[in-house]
């Protein structure tokens, strides 16, 4: 299956500009797109609360998607990274038309997934050294951070972390990341999070509709 994919930031931006760019893209290598992928939504939402996460999961072994750029993936080299390892691992191609990326299972792939791996792991030092900063201006303008004298569930591992996840949240870092930068399980992380009015629900997700 090729599917064709397709982001714009607000309402005002047109999808016709970067579905043209696939078609022409398309019609000169002699495919077919079977199904389209259009929302519009800020790049900066974690992939989950995207239609491209509905695609991500849906897609199999030797699917290939299409997209103008990869800018349309996501904001940060984060997520992008993210999302282009994922479709690696379930041996699904990308390839954008501008930048001229071509995700696959050539050894120029294998190269990328590595710079790929690095890259994510490099974005994850970033991001915790942004944190320990972040804390440490608190620190100096006075704030008290950690677990309250006498508070219970003592034993909690996140107990004092919860002014970390904030400025992580206020970053637009999602749940999956924050629980990998404190070596925990999502699903302890966002327990955690709710038990202490921290956890945002998401948004209800938009059922995908692929358009033949």
């Known amino acids: 299956m090729t599917y064709g994919y397709i982001r714009v930031s607000t309402d005002k931006q047109t999808v016709e500009n970067q579905r043209f760019e696939i078609l022409r893209f398309c019609e000169s290598n002699a495919l077919t797109v079977d199904g389209w992928i259009e929302e519009t939504i800020s790049g900066t939402k974690a992939p989950d609360k995207r239609k491209l996460g509905a695609l991500l999961k849906d897609v199999h072994e030797g699917d290939l998607i299409l997209c103008a750029e990869l800018s349309r993936l996501g904001r940060s080299l984060f997520m992008i ?7 690696m691992r379930k041996g699904v191609r990308v390839w954008t038309i501008k930048d001229n990326y071509r995700l696959g299972e050539d050894i120029q792939s294998k190269v990328l997934a590595f710079a790929f791996g ?10 915790s050294q942004r944190t320990k900063e972040a804390l440490d201006r608190k620190r100096a303008e006075g704030v008290r951070l950690g677990r309250p004298a006498g508070a219970l569930n003592k034993s909690v591992k996140l107990t ?5 996840i904030r400025i992580l949240r206020a ?3 999602n749940w999956a990341q924050i629980a ?6 999502r699903s302890t992380l966002v327990r955690f999070a709710q038990s202490r009015g ?13 358009i033949a």
Request: charged share 35%; glycine share 4%.
């Open 160 to 164: 004092g972390k919860e002014e970390a």
């Open 171 to 173: 970053e637009g870092t």
């Open 118 to 127: 690095l890259s994510a792991e490099i974005e994850r030092d970033l991001i």
């Open 180 to 185: 990998r930068l404190l070596h925990v399980d």
């Open 198 to 210: 921290l956890y945002e629900p998401p948004a209800v997700r938009e059922k995908v509709s692929y």
């Open 81 to 87: 990274m993210e999302i282009l390892s994922e479709c």
